[in-house]
């Protein structure tokens, strides 16, 4: 079983950034994509980014060139860089990893407020 736990966010003013992190525990088999993924109030869950194994990324359009994924393989660990951050970036943060076998798991979710 593969636990997620996501951490960094909090109360941000516009303009501002925050970096999330994520790490994976317990037992865990290879991991391929890893990613963030966010839900507002009121709305469904969204990409964010993501980035595989190798360190291919992709990137939701509303984020582009604001956002940055990175990841340190061996250390089941990914984070996820915001800068330039606006009122609508608020929402709850998840982290995903999906594994070689095609499973996939998420973490709790961490809070993020962008606000003045």
């Known amino acids: 079983q593969v636990q997620l736990v996501e951490s960094g966010g909090g109360l941000v003013q516009p303009g501002g950034s925050l970096r999330l992190s994520c790490k994976a525990s317990g037992i865990i088999p290879s991991l391929n994509v890893m990613g963030w993924y966010r839900q507002a109030p009121g709305k469904e869950r969204e990409l964010a980014a993501t980035i595989t194994r190798g360190g291919v990324t992709n990137y939701a359009d509303s984020v582009k060139g604001r956002f940055t994924i990175s990841r340190d393989t061996p250390k089941n660990t990914v984070w996820l860089q915001m800068n330039s951050l606006k009122p609508e970036d608020t929402a709850v943060y998840y982290c995903?990893?999906?594994?070689?076998?095609?499973?996939?798991?998420w973490g709790e979710g961490t809070l993020v407020t962008v606000s003045s």
């Open positions: 995903k990893a999906d594994t070689v076998y095609y499973t996939n798991y």
